[in-house]
């Protein structure tokens, strides 16, 4: 007797309390939180330094500079983007990754109030960049083709963290002239290593997909597939002259290779190949070369005048320090992004 009217209070309880209870919060974007997509397959890949892409650590780099400035950010591989569309963040930032990006319209696949956001560090198609909501590209000649066209486009060159990346010498780890790059897979020899083979100059080599060019005399060229990031600064702080080169299609559009950044922010002296967008900015703090003579020439002249290395690479050092440092690039991301997530929540109050 006793179970049946305990039981019924029971029941009775919990009908009351499901047509009292507060009413359950709708489904709502959270503009606090961001994903940031990648060109890697599986997740358990972000973990494998053998996957390690430039990608990863820049947007490691990205998610906690966002974090500075109130927005915390997460990594998404292609398996974390097409097995889960019901995430909570309330943008979605693109680097080299996307695929929807290239469909007609992205809010028809995405949330019609997520924010699609695209860090362009090399060229997109234009079709990708007209679908992103927010467009922040490295390069000042995208940004004011983007704009003529009426897209929300914002120069934001690349950065560098300087928890990451100081000055940092090490004798384990010198070198006399260093080369961290994966060889492309869509385009030819990189030229610093076709220069290298050409003029006789002996590079240290450290990135992926070398096994079938540093063949020969150069084989003992390649060190290593990978650096890991936090590894990078005694390398680059350690060595005598640190190598640049760009892709072809970042010179044509004018993105400069966050490496310059990084490598300038532990005071390391850097030679590249020849982008006057380099030189606007360094002036003469980093030499540049535009064919193996004057590549030769420049190692064989720094390698022999090592004050002149140092003078340059503290030149080079304050520059990028002035410029180019994370608190300085992310501030305005953020900013540009909170500012678009606000009007956002305006439209949907029925402000105008």
């Given at each position: 007797?006793?179970?049946?009217?305990?039981?019924?209070?029971?029941?009775?309880?919990?009908?009351?309390?499901?047509?009292?209870?507060?009413?359950?919060?709708?489904?709502?974007?959270?503009?606090?939180?961001?994903?940031?997509?990648?060109?890697?397959?599986?997740?358990?890949?972000?973990?494998?330094?053998?996957?390690?892409?430039?990608?990863?650590?820049l947007a490691e780099d990205l998610a906690a500079a966002l974090a500075e400035y109130g927005i915390e950010a997460r990594l998404y591989t292609f398996e974390d983007t097409f097995s889960n569309r019901n995430f909570y963040e309330g943008f979605e930032i693109y680097l080299r990754s996307g695929p929807e990006l290239l469909m007609s319209d992205y809010h028809d696949y995405a949330d019609k109030d997520r924010v699609a956001v695209l860090f362009e560090t090399i060229p997109y198609e234009l079709r990708e960049v007209k679908n992103a909501d927010i467009v922040f590209t490295g390069s000042l000649k995208k940004d004011r083709e983007y704009r003529a066209q009426g897209i929300?486009?914002?120069?934001?060159?690349?950065?560098?963290?300087?928890e990451k990346f100081y000055p940092a010498p090490n004798d384990d780890y010198r070198t006399r002239i260093l080369y961290v790059a994966n060889q492309w897979p869509d385009f030819g020899v990189r030229k610093t290593v076709a220069y290298a083979q050409k003029t006789g100059v002996r590079l240290a080599v450290f990135g992926d997909n070398w096994e079938n060019i540093l063949t020969g005399a150069s084989a003992m060229w390649w060190k290593m597939r990978q650096i890991a990031g936090d590894q990078l600064k005694y390398y680059y702080s350690s060595a005598d002259i640190v190598l640049n080169d760009t892709r072809p299609d970042m010179i044509e559009a004018g993105f400069?290779?966050?490496?310059?950044?990084?490598?300038?922010?532990?005071?390391?002296?850097?030679?590249?190949?020849?982008?006057?967008?380099?030189?606007?900015?360094?002036?003469?703090?980093v030499p540049m070369y535009r064919n193996e003579r004057e590549f030769k020439a420049l190692i064989d002249y720094y390698l022999a005048h090592p004050e002149e290395r140092r003078e340059k690479a503290e030149r080079a050092y304050q520059i990028?320090?002035?410029?180019?440092?994370?608190?300085?690039?992310?501030?305005?991301?953020?900013?540009?992004?909170?500012?678009?997530?606000?009007?956002?929540?305006?439209?949907?109050?029925?402000?105008k």
């Open positions: 007797m006793y179970k049946l009217i305990g039981a019924a209070l029971f029941l009775i309880g919990a009908a009351a309390g499901y047509f009292c209870r507060e009413p359950v919060s709708p489904y709502r974007l959270d503009y606090g939180r961001a994903v940031i997509n990648l060109p890697i397959t599986y997740s358990h890949y972000l973990e494998d330094d053998l996957y390690a892409l430039g990608e990863k650590y929300n486009s914002h120069f934001l060159p690349q950065f560098t963290r300087t400069v290779s966050n490496r310059i950044f990084d490598a300038t922010a532990c005071k390391a002296f850097v030679i590249s190949d020849y982008m006057p967008e380099i030189e606007e900015i360094y002036g003469d703090s990028t320090m002035a410029r180019f440092t994370a608190d300085k690039i992310i501030g305005q991301m953020a900013q540009i992004m909170k500012q678009y997530a606000d009007n956002l929540k305006g439209r949907d109050n029925g402000e």
